[in-house]
C-alpha cells in the first residue's frame, strides 16, 4: 500500500538552499499546501538525488559552495526538460533574472519573499503544465 | 598669517556665518531628510514584516538590511549636520554606539559575552566603559546585582546564556504570559565561569579531556570524581556571594510571610533544549538561607557526574558549551503537584493532555518513587475529563521544619482520594494550553497547587512528540485543507503567524472587552494597543483595518498570538460565537475548528520563533525601532539618549524642521522681498518663503493675501480650510478632564502652546509647497506637488502629536487613516504618528485631495479629546466624509476606489 493515498497525483518537490532555515520554512509551507518535498542544503546530495528521482518542481538558490544554483539548473533541465525549475535569490539583479530564463527557469523570486507567493508560481506552474 | 589667527578665524566662521547657506541648498538637505526619514521608517516596518511568518528570509537578509538602515541614519546625521550649526557630535556617538551593538549581534557575540567583558573592565578599573556597559545592561533591581544575579522578573527569553534555558523560559512565563511561578532569582552562567576560572577546573577539565580515551570507563570516573569534589569544597568569589546576599535580602524581605526557603534547581545551557539532559542534573528542596551556596555547588557538581559527561561527549557537545546558572525559588507549601504532558503519549486517535499529580511536594511524581493520579483531558475547550486512575497515594513528600524534606504517611481517607478537583483540572489544562501555545510545541509542566488554591508553575519544557506516522499526518493535513470551507483567504497582512482556533468575538467596544472568554478568537474593526488586556487570553486575532507596524503589531509578536490585520471584512463576515480557525502561515481562515492544522502546528519541524534567524531580527530590531524619545517637550529629548535608531530619526527630523523655522525668522529679515506672513481669516500665523512664482504680491510687500497665493498646493489648503467651514465648528469638548488638562498641561521647548502659533511656515513654487503647521498640539507636515503633469504630482502628509493619552491620540490617527483612506491615500499609522501618501492623480484631483486636508487639519484640531472610545473613530470619519460632501470638488468626484478601473488616473504601479 503506498504511504498516502493521494501520493500519485501528489506535484514532487525538490529544495535547494544552504540556508537551513529556507528550507525548514518552505518545507511545513509546502507540505501544508498537499505537496510532497525534499530539501537539501548541499548542492552535491541534491544532484545526486536529482539523478535517482523526477521532481515535478525543484526550487533553487543561487549562490552556493561548490556546484551552484546556475549550473544545477542547467542540469536538472538537461535531465527533466518538463520539470519546473524557480531561481531564489537574495542578489536579484535583472541580468541574474535574465540569465536564469534563458537557461529554461520557470520563474525567479528575490529574497525574502512570502510563503504565498513561492507556493502562487508553483500553482501557476502546474497550470502552465496542465495546459500542455 | 598665523596659524592661531586661522584658528580663529575658523571659529568665528563656525560660530556666526554657518546659517548664511544659500536657502536652496539649505531646502534641499531638508527635503533629503524629509526623504531618508520616510525611507529609514519604511526600512523599519520592513524588517517588522519579516518578523511575522509570513516571509521567508535568511541572514543574509538580516546583515544587508541592517547595513542599508545603518548607512541612511548615518546620512540622515551627516544632512543635519549641513543644516544646523548645533553639535551633533552626540548624535553621531549615539549612532556608533548603536550600530557597534547591531554589528555585535550580527557577529553573534550576545550580552553574555558583554557581561564578560563589563566585569572584566571592571576589575581592570575602566569606570567609564564600565558604566557605559552597566547602563547597557542594567533592568531593573537585577542591575545592581549584574552579572551575577537576575531576579525572576527580569528574564525572559533573551537571557538564555546568562539564565540557561530552563529560567529564561520560566521568566517568560512569568512575565509574557502572566502566569504565577514562585518568587526568586538565577545565579547566572558567569557566576559559575567565575568559580570555575577561580578554582582552576576548566584546566583540569581541558587536560584530562585532551588525553582521554572516550571508551576508558574508569578515566572518566576519575574525571567526574575529581571535579565533583572540587567543585564541593572549591571557594565561591566574594562578588558573587555578596550578589547572592542581596539578592536574597530582595526575595525574603518581599515575602515576610513566608519562611525564607528556597528550591534550587539546574538551568544549564542547552537544558530543556535541543538535549534535555532531563533528569540529570541535581535539585535541592527547602533550602535555608545559610546553606544557599552550597545548594549551589551541589547543582553545579551535578554537571559532572559521569552520566552527564559521557552524555555530552557521545552527542558531541563540547565543554565550552557546557555552563550552569542555578535558580533559586522559594518553597510552595504544596498540597498537590505534579507533571501534566499538554500531548498525551498514547496510540489514540482521541487527542488528548495527561496530568499525574499526588499530594505533597512534586519530586514523588517527577522521579515516579511514589504512586499518583493519572487523568485524562481533551486538548480541546473546554477540556472535558476523559478519564482518571486513581493511584493509591500512602506517603507523600513534605518539607522539613528547618530544612530538607521528609515523606510522611497519607491519612487513610486521602490515600485513593483524587487530588485534584475539577476545577483544577480545568486550571491546569487551560495554563498548560497557554504555555503550549507560546512555544507552540508539546509543553512537559511541572505544577503545584498550594493550600489556597493558588497553581504555580515551576518549570516547562519543550516535550518531543512526533506524530507516529508522520504519513498518515501528511494525509490529514492535505484532506483537512480540502474539505474544510475556506471564509476567506489572502485578505491583508499577517502581522503574527500562528495556528488558532476557537469562538469569534467580535468587539465593539472598550465595555466589552471586558467580558472576552478565554480562548476565543479576537475579531475587531481597528487595531488597538488596548488589546494587550486580552491577549493572554486570545487564540487568534484578525482586525478589519490596520498596519503590521502598529503597537498592537508588537504586542502580538510578544505574545505570538496568531493575528492578521487589515482584512477589511472580518468583522462584517464573523459573528460572535462563529467557530473559526486561522492558519496565520497560509493566511487563510476556516469555517470550524481544523484539528490537524492545530497539530500539524505543534509537530512540524522547526518553530520559526525559536529559529536562529528570527532571534537574530528581532534582537537587531530591538536597536532599531522602539521609540524611546516620544516627547520633544521632555527634557529627555536629546541626542544622548538615543537608544535606537529610530530615537535618532526623530531628534534629527525634530532639529532639522527647528532650524528651519529659525532660519525662515531670520531669512524674513534679510530678505523682506520674498517672505511674507499670510493675512487670512484663519490664524495659522504662517510665513511663506516663495522659491519661485508661488505668490503675485508686489515686490516689498510685508504680508500676503489669500488671492495673491499662486502656488496650486496653498491654495487649495487654505481653500479647503475655509470653504468646508471645518474651523469654525471644530468639534466641542465633550470630556471636561481631558480638556482641562489640555489646557493646563505646561510645555517647554520646542512643542508650542495653543497660544503660541506664529512660528508655522511655507516654502513654495507655482507647483510645489512644503508645509508645516503646529495648531494647539498638532504638528502637520504637508509636502506636496500639483501640476500638469500626472506622473509629477504627489501628496505626502504627516500627522503627529496631541495632547490627551496616547489611546485617544491613537484613535485620532486611526480616524485620520480612515478619512485619507477613503480618499485614496495610502496611509501608514505607527502609534500616533500617521504618514499619508498620494501619488500619480490628475492636478484637478490633486486639488480636491489637498482641499479635503485642509478641511481635515481644522476638524482635527481638537478632536483627540472627544475620542473616548473607538465607537468615534466611525463616528466622526462618518460625520467628516460627509460634512466635506460641501467641497465642489468632493462632491463632483467620488474617490476612486468607487469609479471604474478604466479611470484614467488609475496607476497599477
Redesign the interface.
Known amino acids: 500500500m503506498p504511504p498516502c493515498a493521494n501520493c500519485q497525483r501528489q506535484t514532487q518537490i525538490l529544495i535547494l538552499d544552504d540556508e537551513p532555515i529556507v528550507c525548514k520554512r518552505l518545507k511545513p509551507g509546502f507540505q501544508k499546501a498537499g505537496y510532497g518535498v525534499e530539501t537539501f542544503t548541499d548542492s552535491g546530495l541534491a544532484m545526486a538525488r536529482i539523478e535517482q528521482k523526477r521532481f515535478d518542481v525543484v526550487i533553487t538558490d543561487l549562490k552556493m559552495e561548490g556546484i551552484d544554483g546556475m549550473q544545477f539548473l542547467v542540469r536538472v533541465k538537461q535531465i527533466y526538460p518538463d520539470t519546473g525549475v524557480i531561481v531564489i535569490t537574495g542578489y536579484g539583479g535583472a541580468e541574474i533574472a535574465k540569465e536564469s530564463f534563458k537557461k529554461g527557469a520557470f520563474d525567479f523570486i528575490a529574497k525574502p519573499f512570502k510563503l504565498g507567493e513561492i507556493i502562487e508560481a508553483v500553482k501557476r506552474f502546474e497550470k502552465s503544465r496542465k495546459k500542455d | 598669517m598665523g596659524f592661531a589667527n586661522g584658528l580663529k578665524r575658523l571659529f568665528s566662521l563656525r560660530l556666526t556665518s554657518r546659517p548664511v547657506l544659500p536657502f536652496t541648498v539649505f531646502f534641499k538637505k531638508f527635503r533629503s531628510i524629509l526623504e531618508r526619514n520616510n525611507l529609514i521608517l519604511e526600512l523599519m516596518a520592513d524588517m517588522g514584516d ?1 518578523l511575522g511568518g ?8 538580516i546583515k ?1 538590511v541592517a547595513a542599508k538602515i545603518s548607512e541612511q541614519v548615518f546620512k540622515l546625521i551627516s544632512d543635519l549636520c549641513v543644516m544646523t550649526r548645533e553639535d551633533i557630535a552626540e548624535l553621531f556617538a549615539a549612532f556608533e554606539r548603536i550600530q557597534f551593538e547591531i554589528g555585535e549581534e550580527l557577529a553573534g557575540r550576545r550580552a553574555v559575552l558583554m557581561q564578560r567583558s563589563l566585569e572584566r573592565e571592571q576589575k581592570r578599573g575602566k569606570k567609564g566603559l564600565f558604566r557605559f556597559l552597566s547602563a547597557l545592561l542594567g533592568r531593573g533591581d537585577s542591575g545592581n546585582l549584574a552579572p551575577f544575579v537576575i531576579l525572576l522578573e527580569d528574564l525572559d527569553g533573551d537571557f538564555e546564556e546568562q539564565a540557561g534555558n530552563k529560567f529564561a523560559n520560566l521568566g517568560e512565563i512569568r512575565n509574557t504570559l502572566g502566569l504565577s511561578t514562585l518568587d526568586g532569582f538565577v545565579v547566572t552562567t558567569n557566576a559559575f565561569f567565575d568559580f570555575m576560572e577561580a578554582n582552576g577546573l576548566f584546566e583540569i577539565l581541558e587536560r584530562t579531556l585532551k588525553g582521554l580515551d572516550q571508551a576508558d570507563e574508569g578515566a572518566l570516573e576519575a574525571l567526574s570524581a575529581t571535579m565533583r569534589k572540587r567543585i564541593l569544597s572549591g571557594t565561591m568569589p566574594r562578588e558573587v556571594v555578596s550578589a547572592i546576599d542581596r539578592a536574597l535580602d530582595i526575595i525574603c524581605g518581599r515575602n515576610p510571610g513566608r519562611g525564607c526557603f528556597f528550591a534550587v534547581r539546574s538551568s544549564g545551557w542547552g537544558e530543556d533544549g535541543e538535549f534535555s539532559f532531563a533528569g540529570q542534573y541535581e535539585s535541592v528542596l527547602n533550602v535555608s538561607r545559610a546553606t544557599i551556596v552550597e545548594a549551589w555547588r551541589e547543582v553545579t557538581a551535578s554537571v559532572y557526574t559521569v552520566e552527564a559527561l559521557r552524555y555530552r561527549l557521545h552527542r558531541g557537545y563540547r565543554e565550552s558549551e557546557t555552563a550552569m546558572a542555578v535558580g533559586c525559588q522559594l518553597m510552595v507549601e504544596a498540597e498537590v503537584s505534579g507533571a501534566m504532558y499538554t500531548y498525551a503519549p498514547i496510540a489514540s486517535e482521541q487527542e488528548a493532555m495527561v496530568i499525574s499529580g499526588a499530594w505533597g511536594l512534586g519530586a514523588a511524581v517527577a522521579s515516579g518513587i511514589a504512586e499518583s493520579d493519572t487523568i485524562f483531558v481533551d486538548r480541546m475547550p473546554p477540556h472535558r475529563i476523559l478519564s482518571i486512575e486513581p493511584g493509591r497515594k500512602t506517603t507523600k513528600m513534605i518539607g522539613k521544619q528547618g530544612g530538607g524534606t521528609v515523606w510522611a504517611d497519607v491519612p487513610a481517607e486521602f490515600q485513593e482520594k483524587i487530588c485534584l478537583s475539577d476545577d483544577y483540572i480545568e486550571r491546569l489544562a487551560r495554563t498548560a494550553v497557554a504555555i503550549e501555545k507560546y512555544y507552540r510545541r508539546p509543553q512537559d509542566v511541572e505544577w503545584a497547587f498550594d493550600g489556597e488554591a493558588n497553581l504555580y508553575i515551576l518549570q516547562a519544557r519543550p516535550l518531543n512528540v512526533r506524530p507516529d506516522h508522520p ?2 499526518h ?2 490529514t ?2 484532506n483537512a ?2 474539505s474544510s470551507r475556506v471564509i476567506f483567504s ?1 485578505r491583508g497582512q499577517v502581522v503574527q503567524g500562528g495556528v488558532g482556533s476557537g469562538k469569534v468575538y467580535v468587539t465593539r467596544s472598550d465595555e466589552d472587552l471586558k467580558d472576552f472568554p478565554f480562548g476565543a478568537v479576537l475579531v475587531a474593526r481597528y487595531t488597538s494597543p488596548k488589546y494587550s488586556r486580552i491577549m493572554r487570553k486570545a487564540r487568534a486575532i484578525l482586525t478589519d483595518i490596520g498596519s503590521a507596524t502598529g503597537h498592537m503589531a508588537t504586542l502580538a509578536r510578544e505574545y505570538r498570538v496568531p493575528t492578521v490585520v487589515d482584512t477589511g471584512i472580518a468583522s462584517r463576515v464573523l459573528k460572535t460565537g462563529d467557530e473559526v480557525t486561522l ?1 496565520a ?3 487563510v481562515v476556516y469555517a470550524g475548528t481544523v484539528k490537524e ?1 492545530n497539530s ?1 502546528e505543534i509537530t ?3 518553530v ?1 520563533e525559536e ?3 528570527y532571534r537574530l531580527l528581532k534582537r537587531v530590531l530591538k536597536k532599531v525601532t522602539p521609540l524611546n524619545l516620544v516627547d520633544p517637550a521632555s527634557e529627555s529629548f536629546r541626542a544622548a539618549r538615543c537608544r535606537t535608531y529610530h530615537d535618532i530619526t526623530r531628534v534629527v527630523h525634530e532639529k532639522a524642521v527647528e532650524s528651519l523655522i529659525e532660519l525662515s525668522e531670520g531669512y524674513q529679515s534679510r530678505h523682506a522681498g520674498r517672505s511674507r506672513r499670510l493675512e487670512f481669516s484663519i490664524p495659522l500665523g504662517l510665513t511663506v518663503i516663495d522659491i519661485g512664482k508661488g505668490t503675485s504680491s508686489a515686490p516689498g510687500a510685508e504680508s500676503l493675501r489669500l488671492e495673491e497665493v499662486e502656488s496650486a498646493p496653498l491654495k487649495a489648503l487654505l481653500e479647503g480650510l475655509t470653504e468646508s467651514g471645518m474651523w469654525e465648528t471644530a468639534p466641542v469638548a465633550v470630556d471636561l478632564g481631558s480638556f482641562m488638562s489640555s489646557l493646563t498641561r505646561t510645555f517647554s521647548g520646542s512643542m508650542a502652546g495653543p497660544e503660541q502659533v506664529g512660528r508655522n511656515l511655507a516654502v513654495v513654487s507655482d507647483n510645489y509647497m512644503n508645509l508645516h503647521l503646529r495648531l494647539g498640539y498638532h504638528f502637520n507636515i504637508v509636502d506636496a506637488y500639483i501640476g500638469e503633469e500626472l506622473n509629477d504630482n504627489y501628496i505626502y502628509f504627516r500627522f503627529l502629536g496631541g495632547v490627551s493619552n496616547i489611546e485617544r491620540r491613537s484613535r485620532r490617527a486611526r480616524l485620520i487613516a480612515c478619512v485619507m483612506e477613503s480618499f485614496d491615500f495610502r496611509v501608514e499609522i505607527h502609534g500616533d504618528l500617521i504618514v499619508g501618501r498620494l501619488k500619480k492623480l490628475s492636478g484637478r484631483r490633486m486639488v480636491g485631495r489637498m482641499k479635503v486636508i485642509g478641511g481635515l487639519i481644522g476638524y482635527t484640531r481638537q478632536l483627540d479629546v472627544n475620542m473616548t472610545g473607538d465607537e468615534m473613530i466611525d463616528f466622526y470619519c462618518a460625520d467628516f466624509l460627509e460634512r466635506i460632501q460641501v467641497l465642489e470638488e468632493v462632491r463632483e468626484d467620488a474617490p476612486m476606489c468607487e469609479l471604474p478601473t478604466a479611470d484614467p488616473d488609475f496607476d497599477s504601479g
Open positions: 519579516k509570513e516571509y521567508i528570509f535568511d541572514i543574509q537578509y544587508d504519513e498518515r501528511m494525509v493535513i492535505d485543507a480540502l489572502g492558519d502561515i497560509a493566511n492544522l500539524f512540524h519541524e522547526e520559526f529559529s536562529r534567524e
